[in-house]
């Protein structure tokens, strides 16, 4: 006998923050978020990850695998996808690692350069 298919939406218990576009942020918050955004990636981009992630998603909508375990799937889609929400803005973070990399190419250790006494 198979388990009864849940038909309203299931929302986490955390939403996924993922980025998008240039750098935006975008929660995932529930299940049917999580199918919508799955349908909606690049064909050409789905690997293991991605199946992995839609077959836990098809799996929470019939009870055969728990919610948790459709949300672990996504987040390790977004983490292999590079899309995982750092939380660091990238604007901000493109402009740091340009200061450091001219720093290093001076000879000067980011950190050396704090501690060193102004002239």
């Known amino acids: 006998m198979s388990k009864p298919t849940v038909t309203s939406d299931m929302p986490f218990r955390a939403p996924v923050a993922i980025a998008v576009g240039a750098g935006f942020k975008r929660e995932i918050a529930s299940l049917a978020a999580m199918q919508n955004f799955l349908k909606e990636w690049p064909q050409a981009a789905r690997g293991d990850c991605y199946v992995a992630a839609v077959q836990a998603c098809e799996a929470a909508w019939t009870g055969e695998r728990k919610l948790k375990e459709a949300r672990q799937a996504f987040l390790c ?43």
Not at 81 to 107: F, H, N
């Open 77 to 119: 889609f977004a983490e292999k996808a590079g899309i995982l929400w750092t939380g660091v803005d990238p604007v901000t973070a493109l402009r740091e690692a340009k200061i450091r990399r001219g720093k290093t190419r001076r000879g000067i250790a980011p950190r050396q350069r704090a501690n060193q006494p102004r002239q």
